[in-house]
């Protein structure tokens, strides 16, 4: 075996530019702390103790069947018409009655495999934490952990699909144990380790209650030097200069064939900084691509994430968590986009199945994959779409008699069948979710500036479905307008009527996206893509209500229920360019309107950082710092600066880290396929900076330096096109000028005090 030298210890990171890492000075106590890695595929939240380390394996298709695998969508298209007609004749409980009064069934909950336990082998030497450093970069998605006596460091490859671990120092007993909290008692678990030309393979299976499915754990343990032996169901090595470990997990149906997946482990190279040579291209291209410089105080750079959240008005802080959530992102997105828990959980019973909540959440957390040039996400988002149409295409059948597609509210990443409401929540009901979905895949199509046939194929579906849906007229609209009917607005109901109406403000925005955008990318059909416009035309307008607000719902007589987490009204100001201060400046005054009097509910994260983003987008800066200091006052964020759901760290979630940096780019950068606006929203509390490697939806790169004198832009566009540049004067006067832009030619941009 080759040689490898004792682990130096992990530098801290260089505090004169900003941190792309974080750091701690002490083991993590909890797993919500851990240090976490990922590939899109593979998880691993590490801990970082050199005397008795765990590492929490996860996978994306790690989900334990509930019964949801077998689940369907209700079959309800005959009694739609009946339905309509009593909604439209104003009988607001009706909705209530379509169902086929089935229990609510959850989809698959999310969990985790397995923790990889080292401990050290048995000694009379205390533990002695000298000079101990944990650390995660997040410009190679290396954990790296070390004190007097022992060191670690792991990393997920995107080249090998595996997880890579070092160890070096110590003598260790190395194990794979289920044993996490909320794993089922009656989980099959069979365990074995057998010693290799290689080393030694340690397999874990475990074979979920009353089901055929299981999943099975492989870590490969090559040691350089020293001796290894069995300890049934570990190893223990002793005298090693370092011992190198790589593991896969496979959810599979029936038995897994364990002799290949050892081949597979074996074959790979068996040194580290091999493996993570081949890696790098891969993840530090990405997350190079685009960086965020607050001139923050070099002295508040050097502190460790948990003292740094302490100063929740500290833009080292907000550096680090831009940076951080970047990492996260991109970590959790592959084969999948990250789940409410993004990639990673230590606890069985995961809140919310740990599903792929698509009516607000999954969106909110790739918010940045168009901007901040992280096309991975985009894929990661696109897979999962694709791999469900079939399924958004029974939903369209099933529950409204239609062709085309319907996206549901909740998937475990497996089915996307719609199965999961309830009567308060008649999620069944809602039909924008294919258009919210696909949007992101648009923006990504208009940044690269080609367009995806899959996406075009997607929303030709999307488009269908609303031909076949949108076929009843209002009769109290003199005008005649299509009605949407029933309609649902996430996750809210009119103060004065049931949950399900019609006309949600989110719906009419949907449809009318979704035929438009459909026709733009079919060109090559003029008679069916005028078909999809004539019928986008034919929806009603959004109303405006009493209080001078942006209704979330268009049909008069439905009352706003303002005290809601959900922004869902608002979708055409966020993410959709429908509603915006320069086209329809009437609407954006009534959703700014909308926006003051909204509540925060229960105070989630995703509610907070969602009304950031619309504030953003309608210019009102302070609202988006209000916004943000409800979360970093909260408490919401972690050591390991993954985020929760509630104030005080309560209940591990992705929202906050993952939606974090769209906030920040969209109060300095807002573009669509025709319109470059600088400096929007800006923070007051952020005077100066620099924002670099910035993507536009009208393809250029864009860099950004501002400061109290002015700004700097300067762009790099791919292709040649012209676009309206909008910019904000000293005293706030919003100035409108066209600019052209030559494909491969740099154009610099300077505007005065802001």
Same mark, same amino acid.
């Not at 986009?337 to 599903?355: M, N, Q, S, V, Y």
């Given at each position: 075996?080759?040689?490898?030298?004792?682990?130096?210890?992990?530098?801290?990171?260089?505090?004169?530019?900003?941190?792309?890492?974080?750091?701690?000075?002490?083991?993590?106590?909890?797993? #919500?702390?851990?240090?976490l890695?990922?590939n899109?595929?593979h998880?691993a939240?590490?801990?970082?103790?050199?005397?008795?380390?765990?590492?929490?394996?996860?996978?994306?298709?790690?989900?334990?069947?509930?019964?949801?695998?077998?689940?369907?969508?209700? #079959?309800?298209?005959?009694?739609?018409?009946?339905?309509?007609?009593?909604?439209?004749?104003?009988?607001?409980?009706?909705?209530e009655?379509?169902?086929?009064?089935?229990?609510?069934q959850?989809?698959?909950?999310?969990?985790?495999?397995?923790?990889?336990?080292?401990?050290?082998a048995?000694?009379?030497?205390?533990?002695?934490?000298?000079?101990?450093?944990?650390?995660?970069?997040?410009?190679?998605?290396?954990?790296?952990?070390?004190?007097?006596?022992?060191?670690? $460091?792991?990393?997920?490859?995107?080249?090998?699909?595996?997880?890579?671990?070092?160890?070096?120092?110590?003598?260790?007993?190395?194990?794979?144990?289920?044993?996490l909290?909320?794993?089922?008692?009656?989980?099959?678990?069979?365990?074995?380790?057998?010693l290799?030309p290689?080393?030694?393979?340690?397999?874990?299976?475990?074979?979920?209650?009353?089901?055929d499915?299981?999943?099975?754990g492989?870590?490969?343990?090559?040691?350089?030097?020293?001796?290894?032996r069995?300890?049934?169901?570990?190893?223990r090595v002793?005298?090693?200069?370092?011992?190198?470990?790589?593991?896969?997990?496979?959810?599979?149906?029936?038995?897994?064939?364990?002799?290949?997946?050892?081949?597979?482990?074996?074959?790979?190279?068996?040194?580290?900084?091999?493996l993570?040579?081949?890696?790098?291209?891969?993840?530090?291209?990405?997350?190079?691509?685009?960086?965020?410089?607050?001139?923050?105080?070099?002295?508040?750079?050097?502190?460790?994430?948990?003292?740094?959240?302490?100063?929740?008005?500290?833009?080292?802080?907000?550096?680090?968590?831009?940076?951080?959530?970047?990492?996260?992102?991109?970590s959790?997105?592959?084969?999948?986009?990250?789940?409410?828990?993004?990639?990673?959980t230590?606890?069985?019973?995961t809140?919310?199945?740990?599903?792929?909540?698509?009516?607000?959440?999954?969106?909110?957390?790739?918010?940045?994959?168009?901007?901040?040039?992280?096309? #991975?996400?985009?894929?990661?988002l696109?897979?999962?779409?694709?791999?469900?149409?079939?399924?958004?295409?029974?939903?369209?059948?099933?529950?409204?008699?239609?062709?085309?597609?319907?996206?549901?509210?909740?998937?475990?990443?497996?089915?996307?069948?719609?199965?999961?409401?309830?009567?308060?929540?008649?999620?069944?009901?809602?039909t924008?979710?294919?258009?919210?979905?696909?949007?992101?895949?648009?923006?990504?199509?208009?940044t690269?500036?080609?367009?995806?046939?899959?996406?075009?194929?997607?929303?030709a579906?999307?488009?269908?479905?609303y031909?076949?849906?949108?076929?009843?007229?209002?009769?109290?609209?003199?005008?005649?307008h299509?009605?949407?009917?029933?309609?649902?607005?996430?996750?809210?109901?009119p103060?004065?009527?049931?949950?399900?109406?019609?006309?949600?403000?989110?719906?009419?925005?949907?449809?009318?996206?979704?035929?438009?955008?459909?026709?733009?990318?079919?060109?090559?059909?003029?008679?069916?893509?005028?078909?999809?416009?004539?019928?986008?035309?034919?929806?009603?307008?959004?109303?405006?209500?009493?209080?001078?607000?942006?209704?979330?719902?268009?049909?008069?007589?439905?009352?706003?229920?303002?005290?809601?987490?959900?922004?869902?009204?608002?979708?055409?100001?966020?993410p959709?360019?429908?509603i915006?201060?320069?086209?329809?400046?009437?609407?954006a005054a009534?959703a700014?309107?909308?926006?003051?009097?909204?509540?925060?509910?229960?105070?989630?994260?995703?509610?907070?950082?969602?009304?950031?983003?619309?504030?953003? $987008?309608?210019?009102?800066?302070? $609202?988006v710092?209000?916004?943000?200091?409800?979360?970093?006052?909260?408490?919401?964020?972690?050591a390991?600066?993954?985020?929760?759901?509630?104030?005080?760290?309560?209940?591990?979630?992705?929202?906050?880290?993952?939606?974090l940096?769209?906030?920040?780019?969209?109060?300095l950068?807002?573009?669509? &396929?025709?319109?470059?606006?600088?400096?929007?929203?800006?923070?007051?509390?952020? &005077?100066?900076?620099?924002?670099?490697?910035?993507?536009?939806?009208?393809?250029?790169?864009?860099?950004?330096?501002?400061?109290?004198?002015?700004?700097?832009?300067?762009?790099?566009?791919?292709?040649?096109?012209?676009?309206?540049?909008?910019?904000?004067?000293?005293?706030?006067?919003?100035?409108?000028?066209?600019?052209?832009?030559?494909?491969?030619?740099?154009?610099?941009?300077?505007?005065?005090?802001?």
């Amino acid at each position: 075996m080759t040689h490898v030298p004792p682990r130096a210890y992990p530098a801290r990171p260089n505090t004169d530019s900003p941190v792309h890492a974080t750091f701690e000075y002490q083991p993590a106590a909890r797993w #919500e702390d851990a240090f976490l890695s990922g590939n899109g595929r593979h998880g691993a939240l590490v801990f970082g103790d050199p005397y008795d380390d765990r590492v929490i394996v996860t996978h994306h298709t790690l989900v334990r069947p509930n019964g949801a695998e077998h689940a369907r969508p209700p #079959e309800l298209a005959a009694e739609l018409p009946a339905l309509q007609d009593k909604l439209l004749a104003g009988q607001w409980e009706a909705a209530e009655g379509f169902t086929d009064h089935r229990p609510l069934q959850w989809v698959q909950p999310f969990h985790p495999a397995f923790q990889i336990r080292l401990r050290r082998a048995p000694s009379d030497e205390p533990r002695r934490y000298r000079r101990y450093l944990r650390l995660v970069d997040f410009t190679t998605g290396e954990t790296d952990a070390a004190c007097v006596g022992g060191a670690g $460091r792991v990393f997920v490859s995107r080249a090998d699909d595996v997880i890579v671990h070092q160890v070096t120092g110590l003598d260790l007993d190395i194990s794979l144990d289920h044993r996490l909290p909320g794993a089922p008692a009656d989980l099959a678990v069979g365990q074995g380790c057998v010693l290799t030309p290689d080393g030694a393979l340690l397999t874990l299976r475990a074979r979920y209650p009353d089901s055929d499915r299981a999943y099975t754990g492989v870590t490969l343990v090559v040691a350089t030097g020293g001796r290894t032996r069995l300890t049934h169901p570990g190893v223990r090595v002793t005298g090693a200069q370092s011992v190198l470990l790589l593991t896969r997990v496979h959810r599979h149906t029936g038995e897994l064939d364990v002799t290949a997946q050892q081949r597979a482990l074996t074959e790979l190279p068996h040194l580290y900084d091999d493996l993570l040579a081949r890696h790098l291209p891969l993840h530090r291209t990405a997350y190079d691509r685009v960086t965020l410089d607050l001139n923050a105080d070099p002295a508040e750079r050097g502190l460790p994430g948990s003292e740094l959240l302490e100063r929740p008005r500290s833009t080292a802080l907000l550096e680090r968590l831009f940076a951080a959530g970047r990492y996260h992102l991109l970590s959790s997105s592959g084969l999948n986009p990250p789940r409410l828990p993004g990639l990673w959980t230590g606890d069985w019973d995961t809140a919310w199945a740990g599903a792929f909540t698509n009516d607000a959440n999954v969106n909110l957390q790739t918010a940045s994959a168009a901007p901040a040039a992280l096309p #991975e996400v985009t894929d990661a988002l696109a897979s999962l779409i694709h791999r469900q149409l079939d399924d958004w295409q029974e939903n369209a059948r099933a529950v409204f008699g239609a062709r085309g597609a319907v996206a549901p509210a909740h998937t475990d990443g497996e089915s996307g069948l719609t199965y999961h409401f309830s009567r308060e929540y008649p999620l069944h009901l809602w039909t924008a979710g294919a258009d919210w979905l696909l949007k992101p895949l648009v923006d990504h199509d208009e940044t690269r500036g080609a367009r995806d046939p899959r996406t075009a194929a997607a929303l030709a579906e999307v488009a269908r479905f609303y031909e076949d849906f949108l076929t009843r007229t209002d009769p109290g609209d003199p005008d005649g307008h299509l009605v949407v009917v029933p309609s649902y607005s996430p996750e809210n109901r009119p103060a004065n009527a049931s949950w399900g109406a019609l006309n949600a403000a989110m719906d009419l925005s949907a449809a009318r996206h979704a035929l438009l955008t459909a026709a733009d990318y079919h060109p090559d059909d003029p008679e069916q893509a005028d078909r999809w416009r004539a019928l986008a035309d034919r929806l009603p307008p959004h109303r405006i209500n009493a209080d001078g607000a942006l209704a979330e719902w268009a049909r008069p007589g439905l009352d706003d229920t303002y005290d809601h987490r959900h922004l869902s009204h608002l979708y055409g100001v966020w993410p959709l360019d429908e509603i915006n201060p320069y086209d329809t400046p009437r609407l954006a005054a009534a959703a700014h309107r909308a926006l003051a009097l909204r509540g925060a509910e229960n105070d989630s994260a995703h509610g907070h950082l969602h009304h950031a983003l619309i504030a953003a $987008r309608l210019r009102d800066g302070r $609202r988006v710092a209000h916004a943000l200091a409800q979360v970093l006052d909260g408490d919401f964020f972690h050591a390991s600066l993954m985020s929760a759901h509630y104030p005080r760290r309560d209940v591990y979630n992705a929202d906050a880290a993952h939606t974090l940096p769209a906030v920040l780019i969209e109060t300095l950068v807002q573009s669509t &396929p025709d319109r470059l606006v600088l400096l929007p929203a800006p923070d007051p509390a952020l &005077p100066s900076g620099e924002l670099r490697g910035v993507r536009t939806r009208f393809g250029a790169e864009l860099d950004l330096v501002w400061g109290p004198d002015g700004a700097r832009a300067v762009l790099k566009p791919h292709r040649s096109h012209r676009i309206e540049l909008r910019t904000s004067s000293g005293d706030g006067d919003d100035q409108a000028q066209p600019l052209d832009l030559v494909a491969g030619e740099d154009h610099v941009l300077t505007l005065g005090a802001w």
